[in-house]
């Protein structure tokens, strides 16, 4: 559970940055995290999983870890294309204020 606390204050300190892709029905999730580690400074994680304790734990979802930095970066414009609207963000944000 200590992981969702730390996401959660990442997310209010605006630390971690959201998109939700609303064109079409989309179910895959792309998760960029940028490090500040100098042997990894960027790596993604693709798959059908939310973003909440059942979908990255308990529910049998694919994820692929992306560890290559020149494949995270090919991912990043895909991912900055796509914008969270102000009233998403705030369900998200209400919604992990409830859940952690």
Same mark, same amino acid.
Request: proline share 5%; net charge positive.
């Given at each position: 559970? *200590?992981?969702?606390?730390? $996401?959660?204050? #990442?997310?209010?300190? *605006?630390?971690?940055?959201?998109?939700?892709?609303?064109?079409?029905?989309? !179910?895959?999730?792309?998760?960029?995290? !940028? =490090? !500040?580690?100098?042997?990894?400074?960027?790596?993604?994680? $693709?798959?059908?999983?939310? $973003?909440?304790?059942?979908?990255?734990?308990? #529910?049998?979802?694919?994820?692929? /870890?992306? +560890? /290559?930095? !020149?494949? =995270?970066?090919? @991912?990043? +414009?895909?991912?900055?294309?796509?914008? $969270?609207?102000?009233?998403?963000?705030?369900? @998200?944000? #209400?919604?992990?204020?409830?859940? =952690?």
């Amino acid at each position: 559970m *200590k992981p969702f606390f730390a $996401l959660s204050r #990442q997310l209010k300190a *605006k630390k971690l940055t959201t998109k939700l892709f609303l064109r079409h029905a989309l !179910h895959a999730k792309l998760y960029l995290i !940028h =490090c !500040h580690d100098p042997n990894i400074s960027i790596i993604c994680f $693709l798959g059908s999983s939310n $973003l909440t304790l059942p979908g990255l734990a308990k #529910q049998g979802k694919l994820n692929v /870890d992306i +560890p /290559d930095y !020149h494949a =995270c970066m090919k @991912l990043q +414009p895909w991912f900055n294309d796509r914008s $969270l609207t102000i009233a998403a963000r705030l369900r @998200l944000y #209400q919604y992990l204020a409830r859940t =952690c």
